[in-house]
């Protein structure tokens, strides 16, 4: 296998078959853990720059939705016409709470943005 390996480093590099044997010794010891190519300080601190990817601050800021007087005033006459079933406006543009013959309902409000198709 090692043959194979210096063999094809010979071919691949153009290299002598002594600098192949060694480029394989220098392999073997650096998947040891060997450190064979130490930085310079300066260079440690350049690498270190380089890898950092810095710090980023993103503050998530919640979108204002503007208020539908449409659906606001809907709910008002739905609370005006359910008056004697004690109704509780959860969201005054989406949703009424109520009680009816000892059930709860609950009646959603929603406004889809495609148009419907007229007659």
Not at 2 to 10: H, Q, R, Y
Not at 29 to 35: K, L, N, Q, W
Not at 72 to 84: G, M, P, S
Request: hydrophobic share 35%; charged share 35%.
């Amino acid at each position: 296998m090692d043959n194979e390996k210096i063999a094809c480093f010979m071919a691949t590099f153009g290299i002598s078959e002594e600098e192949a044997k060694q480029m394989l010794a220098d392999d073997e010891a650096i998947d040891h853990g060997a450190d064979l190519f130490p930085l310079t300080e300066e260079q440690k601190k350049a690498s270190k720059q380089a890898r950092s990817m810095g710090t980023r601050t993103y503050t998530f800021t919640k979108r204002e939705r503007k208020p539908d007087p449409d659906k606001r005033k809907l709910i008002e006459w739905f609370t005006e016409w359910l008056a004697d079933t004690d109704p509780i406006v959860t969201n005054p543009e989406r949703q009424i709470d109520f009680h009816f013959n000892g059930r709860h309902f609950r009646i959603v409000l929603s406004a889809p943005r495609t148009e419907t198709p007229s007659e």
